[in-house]
């Protein structure tokens, strides 16, 4: 869950940006220019950890020695527990597959699920949150007691219910996961965006605009385009890192993704405890660390983005100053005046 | 006081309102549960009887389950067993889910409490630290550590704590061996009634590791929050008019500061307790921490409808009310909430 | 003629930002007597609030501050406050040095009663005074102010804007400050409650002989409350002299044209000044009212004009009076200097479109 401080109101759009499409884009762009010291640094070493993470994942097949489901190679078995050495970097598991092919492929698992949920709950919480913000009533009431209910929910029994469900229909592939994970996540966005549209409803330009005669939908959207873009970043990112870590914690319970089906780093920690235990230390660390740097790329960047972005965390910049020296100005006596009759005004 | 009875008076009349708003919340709930565990394919028996039984022997068990009655009919039978505190019998074990859990909430509602502790000592000193020298070395260190510990999931974790402070949780749970009289079903509680102090210590000691490990879920979180809250409390106009009367910066920055940072905690205090009863699943299955979750995890393998849906219920009361409770103590600190 | 309670000489203070320096207040210098009430007017973002709370140390970390503040009430011993160790100068604030802020709604912790605010204060400065003594000071400074004792363990919420505005004077009142800062007290006030506090302010010096400094720019209260007024413009005290004479005989132009804008039953068309006070990273050349001046020269352009004091004790910084002074100083302006600038003109248009 994105628990940063995130503006909760709608922010107001400048008026530089009121009616260009990318104003929000823009303004974002020069906010991360302008970044300096510790939020700086988290944007740049997230992204930087992001990026690798996204590049692992997208050529995983060219990284990766073997596939993440292969125990046997130029004949022979794979050793079984093998510990780390030329031909397995990272070691073999008990089930003789190659550690570091499947912490490999594990990024490649995980970016898949990331993004799936990402995309579902943006359609989703955007379209539900326009719905209701724009239209309001009795449907807007019924959602947003329904998004409450599902805020409040614990977010992973959430997951883990939705994966109970979606499983027995659908299996368990990365698309059930990606749904498990798409649930917890509409309600971040409804939020914001039923916020916004609220407010674009009562906004006074939006009024003269269809005073104009602009349709609702082009209302809307360059409004949301302005508004919403700014808090969007911020959510997606930190559901990113979220994602890695609840599809990990469904593998760990054994709900997430079936181990036929792909190679999953909640899945191999579980099945490297005892390994764990018995002193075994490779099966648990690579899988444990690959997804703890894949999880911190994601939320530094989300919060460098965060404090970047959000208005109330924004310092000014101070710069001392130093005062020249000071020099006073001139005092002129004017003469008394020679007497003034009674009556008659200073001059 | 004069005005003592008009202020308990608005207390009570904002309990009310606040349980009467919280009723149609609970109802969503429900409705959502049960509508999550129908929107499966088949039904409950089905799912997990179809291929033990035969088709008959199916029917009848479907029909003496309630199963094939119409849907408004099985769900008024679910607000019924609810309202009634009874959701049922499991079907794997028959075991009743009421006593699933009174037996096994109590050592869930124990690690839950144990990481909040932990959070609260380790966060809010830490977030006021941070806050207070903001961009200064401390406050670095406090970021980095707070995201590092929101990064990192409990089952990194928990290994982690387990090779670093030895194995005295290990993975056979000696805490169910201990032998004291059941009165609260609460271990350490029973423990301490029946006078058995050696027991009590080896309870918190067996406690530290799972609660260290749950705690660190949101302990980023309450840094991250107290240190914003404080940042900008600092820049209150109370706070420069208490500057303005000569109030020492040691008074104004931890009666007017961190006393108005801590109060907004307490409304996020229901989304972290709901965060660690999600996060306990995971830490109670790793540490064999006899509590529901590991409970519900076991039952969903099975597929057993009665008890994942009796306890996918239990934890969506146990969020409302606690979100209830925290509500109250705000408005008890919060003298604003009240109006 | 008594001592000056409190001698401002000199005084700058300057913020630091991304564009520059901002100087907000730039060499100022001014007197106040005991039982005095200065009056500080001008328009908004011309530096009044900067200087109130320059003269009691609360200018942000980032600000650089020089000149003198001496302040010789018994506990100031005239000392100069500026550059003053911090502890030194908290404990001064209270007991010596009070403020009156502009917007009462946000002054008070929301989380403290009215008597936890009392006691802190006294606290703060009486160590060990018995908890009878302190209700019962601060009882009394509340009554002065018409707040019921009834309300003493209230919240600041169950107040209103008016009645929170009191307590906060009470706050200040009940720690005897001899000196007194009131920066906009009625701004955030209606009408009624503003002739309320505006009343109480000025009974002030009638029963403590308190001197205070009150930020306004409502021309109307100044008339009222004040004894003497200075003008503020662009960081600089422009006019400043006894009230009557200044209302009767404005020298400065800014002077004139502010009173000019003021809307009394007289007045027949509004009338404002064009233009906006300037931007004080980068402050005209000269006269820095010279770009809205009516009566501008060329040589306002280029040459800052000296501060002229006139047999009437009126202190105005403007060429017009300093060459009525002393015709020779126009040399100064340059050949052509005394002819009229016309950019006035242009402005206004321009201001317009």
Not at chain 2, 270 to 289: D, H, I, P, R, S
Not at chain 3, 292 to 298: E, F, I, L, Q, W
């Amino acid at each position: 869950m994105a628990t940063t401080t995130l503006p909760t109101g709608p922010i107001e759009p400048d008026a530089s940006a009121k009616g260009t499409r990318f104003g929000g884009l823009r303004r974002i762009t020069a906010a991360i220019r302008e970044a300096r010291g510790v939020p700086r640094f988290m944007l740049w070493a997230g992204a930087v950890i992001s990026a690798l993470f996204v590049i692992t994942a997208v050529f995983a097949p060219l990284i990766a020695p073997y596939s993440f489901d292969t125990y046997r190679s130029g004949g022979h078995n794979f050793p079984k527990q093998g510990s780390p050495d030329g031909d397995h970097w990272f070691g073999t598991t008990v089930q003789s597959l190659d550690v570091l092919s499947r912490t490999v492929y594990g990024a490649r698992t995980a970016l898949e699920v990331m993004l799936l949920a990402v995309v579902f709950s943006l359609i989703l919480g955007v379209l539900l949150g326009l719905v209701a913000g724009y239209f309001g009533g009795w449907l807007d009431r019924i959602l947003v007691l329904v998004m409450d209910a599902l805020f409040a929910f614990p977010y992973l029994l959430l997951a883990i219910v939705a994966g109970f469900v979606f499983s027995g229909i659908a299996g368990g592939g990365v698309v059930t996961a990606a749904l498990s994970i798409t649930v917890v996540y509409i309600p971040q966005y409804f939020r914001v965006v039923r916020a916004s549209a609220l407010s674009a409803r009562e906004a006074t330009f939006v009024e003269a605009a269809r005073a104009m005669g602009a349709k609702p939908s082009v209302v809307i959207r360059k409004y949301l385009f302005g508004n919403v873009i700014q808090s969007v970043p911020v959510i997606t990112t930190m559901n990113a890192a979220d994602g890695i870590g609840t599809l990990a914690g469904l593998g760990f319970l054994g709900l997430g993704i079936q181990p036929t089906q792909a190679a999953e780093w909640g899945y191999d920690l579980d099945r490297a405890i005892d390994d764990a235990n018995a002193g075994m230390w490779w099966t648990s660390l690579y899988p444990g660390l690959a997804m703890v740097i894949a999880i911190l790329g994601f939320t530094l960047l989300g919060e460098g983005l965060n404090d970047v972005l959000n208005p109330t965390m924004r310092r000014r910049r101070i710069s001392k100053v130093l005062l020249p020296a000071h020099t006073r100005r001139r005092t002129v006596t004017a003469p008394a005046l020679p007497d003034v009759p009674e009556g008659e005004a200073v001059k | 006081m004069s005005n003592t009875s008009k202020q308990s008076g608005s207390l009570r009349r904002y309990v009310l309102t606040r349980i009467a708003l919280a009723v149609p919340m609970v109802l969503i709930l429900l409705i959502l549960v049960f509508v999550m565990m129908r929107v499966a394919p088949g039904d409950p028996i089905s799912a997990s009887q179809g291929g033990k039984l035969n088709a008959t022997e199916l029917a009848a068990r479907r029909h003496a389950a309630g199963f094939d009655a119409p849907l408004y009919q099985q769900f008024w039978d679910y607000l019924k067993s609810v309202v009634t505190l009874n959701f049922g019998t499991t079907f794997s074990d028959r075991r009743s889910v009421r006593d699933i859990i009174i037996e096994n909430g109590g050592a869930t509602l124990t690690l839950t409490a144990g990481a909040l502790v932990f959070a609260t000592v380790i966060g809010i000193p830490v977030g006021l630290l941070a806050g207070r020298y903001r961009d200064r070395p401390v406050d670095v260190i406090a970021r980095l550590a707070s995201t590092i510990s929101y990064a990192a999931p409990v089952f990194v974790t928990a290994p982690l704590l387990t090779l670093a402070f030895g194995s005295t949780s290990g993975q056979a749970s000696p805490l169910t061996q201990l032998n004291v009289p059941t009165q609260t079903h609460i271990l350490i509680l029973d423990a301490a009634l029946d006078g058995d102090w050696g027991a009590v210590n080896d309870i918190l000691q067996h406690l530290l590791l799972p609660s260290i490990a749950l705690g660190l879920l949101i302990v980023g979180v309450f840094i991250r929050m107290i240190r914003i809250n404080l940042i900008q409390s600092l820049q209150g106009d109370y706070i420069e008019a208490a500057r303005a009367r000569g109030v020492k910066e040691r008074h104004v920055v931890a009666r007017h500061g961190f006393r108005n940072a801590l109060v907004p905690v307490i409304t996020v205090l229901g989304l972290q307790v709901a965060m660690l009863l999600g996060g306990a699943v995971l830490t109670e299955k790793y540490f064999n921490w006899p509590g529901i979750g590991r409970q519900l995890i076991d039952y969903i393998n099975q597929r057993d409808y009665v008890a994942v849906q009796g306890i996918v219920t239990v934890f969506a009361l146990v969020v409302v009310v606690i979100s209830l409770l925290i509500d109250f103590v705000n408005a008890l600190i919060d003298p604003r909430v009240r109006y | 003629m008594t001592e000056p309670v409190l001698s401002v000489r000199d005084l700058r203070v300057w913020y630091g930002t991304d564009r520059g320096p901002v100087r907000a207040v730039d060499g100022v210098t001014f007197d106040v007597r005991p039982g005095e009430t200065l009056g500080l007017v001008g328009e908004s973002g011309c530096g009044k609030s900067t200087l109130g709370r320059g003269v009691l140390g609360l200018t942000p970390p980032a600000a650089a501050v020089d000149g003198e503040v001496v302040l010789r009430s018994p506990g100031g011993a005239g000392r100069n406050l500026v550059g003053l160790p911090a502890k030194e100068i908290q404990r001064l604030r209270g007991p010596e040095l009070g403020l009156i802020f502009q917007e009462p709604m946000t002054r008070l912790n929301p989380l403290m009663r009215i008597s936890q605010h009392f006691e802190e204060a006294l606290r703060a400065h009486h160590k060990g005074l018995p908890k009878q003594e302190i209700k019962a000071r601060a009882l009394a400074a509340l009554r002065g102010m018409g707040i019921p004792e009834s309300r003493y363990g209230s919240y600041p919420h169950e107040f209103s804007g008016g009645m929170r505005q009191r307590i906060m004077i009470a706050l200040a009142l009940v720690l005897r400050p001899a000196f007194i800062v009131a920066d906009e007290p009625t701004t955030a006030l209606d009408v009624l409650v503003e002739a309320q506090i505006i009343k109480i302010l000025a009974d002030l010096r009638k029963n403590f002989d308190t001197s205070l400094v009150l930020i306004t720019h409502n021309l109307g209260i100044v008339a009222e409350a004040c004894d003497r007024v200075a003008v503020m413009y662009a960081g600089h005290i422009v006019e400043q002299g006894d009230a009557r004479e200044v209302f009767a005989n404005p020298q400065h132009p800014y002077t004139r044209e502010l009173l000019r804008s003021t809307i009394s039953l007289s007045t027949t068309g509004l009338h404002f000044i064009p233009g906006s006070p300037p931007d004080l990273v980068e402050p005209p050349q000269g006269c820095r009212f010279h770009p809205r001046c009516p009566v501008a020269m060329r040589g306002c352009a280029t040459v800052e004009p000296p501060e002229v004091v006139l047999p009437t004790g009126v202190v105005s910084a403007c060429w017009q009076q300093a060459i009525e002074a002393d015709p020779a100083l126009a040399d100064e302006l340059g050949p052509g200097g005394r002819e009229p600038l016309a950019a006035v003109k242009e402005i206004s248009v321009a201001d317009e479109a």
